[in-house]
């Protein structure tokens, strides 16, 4: 019997972002040269550059959410990873909101 896969479908905003983060993949270009990026890739766009650098704004602040996004699980990982409360040596038992992890006795770090 055949496994059904799922498949991801995408809206045209999140494709204009992954291509973003495809060309840009370290830091967030600027509008314009993301705008300039999107023109390039997308040349028979009605409305022209200024369409493109509107776009632009909305995939780069859905870059800056995902790169803080990734930053912030990346801080609150190690904690979780066998890290011990370093006032008194157990291991953590959960985390904040903020990614801290705390011990059964109450130690926040």
């Known amino acids: 019997m055949p496994t059904a896969t ?3 479908t995408s809206t045209p905003l ?9 060309r840009f993949p370290n830091a967030p270009p600027s509008k ?3 705008g300039e990026f999107l023109r390039k890739q997308f040349p028979h766009m009605d409305g022209g550059i200024s369409i493109a650098i509107a776009l632009a704004a909305l995939a780069l602040q859905g870059w800056q959410v995902y790169r803080s996004e990734r930053d912030r699980r990346r801080e609150a990982k190690p904690s979780m990873d066998g890290d011990t409360c ?5 291991p953590p038992e959960r985390t904040t909101v903020d990614g801290k992890s705390v011990c059964k006795n109450g130690h926040t770090w």
């Open 86 to 90: 370093p006032q008194c040596g157990e």
């Open 14 to 22: 999140q494709d204009i972002e992954a291509r973003l983060h495809e």
């Open 32 to 34: 314009e040269e993301a």
């Open 6 to 8: 799922i498949q991801e």
